[in-house]
């Protein structure tokens, strides 16, 4: 059973730049794809970026994806989330997140049946 764990969340400034990390314990090969969400008070789990583990294509939402860049390190079993130019609307409790295939709904967090206990991101403006 894989498990992962978020680290890297934290009060920034609106401009800079924040990374954050998801290392997992367990068996990630089984695994295909993995994802960063993000979600705000009262709102659904929104995709952010995503990364099938294996050959390594890389998915992004429109909203960031000249702004954000998704990593992985497969001897570390980590996954990384760069974001630059921060805006206040990137604020979120960021989640990963593991689904065990690839599918076109990619995006819809009902496709990831393993999530993080997620890290808080504020970017003040």
């Known amino acids: 059973q894989v498990q992962l764990v978020e680290s890297g969340g934290r009060l920034v400034q609106a401009g800079s730049s924040l990374t954050l990390a998801c290392t997992a314990t367990?068996?990630?090969?089984?695994?295909?794809?993995m994802a960063w969400f993000r979600q705000t008070p009262g709102q659904e789990r929104e995709f952010v970026a995503g990364l099938t583990w294996r050959n390594y294509r890389r998915l992004y939402a429109d909203s960031v994806k000249d702004r954000f860049t998704i990593s992985r390190v497969a001897a570390e079993n980590t996954m990384y989330l760069r974001m630059n130019s921060l805006k206040p609307e990137d604020t979120a409790v960021y989640y990963c997140?593991?689904?065990?295939?690839?599918?076109?709904?990619?995006?819809?967090?009902?496709?990831?049946?393993?999530w993080g206990q997620g890290t808080q991101v504020t970017v003040a403006s």
């Open positions: 997140a593991v689904a065990p295939s690839y599918r076109n709904t990619y995006s819809q967090s009902k496709e990831y049946n393993i």
């Open positions: 367990g068996d990630i090969l089984s695994s295909y794809l």
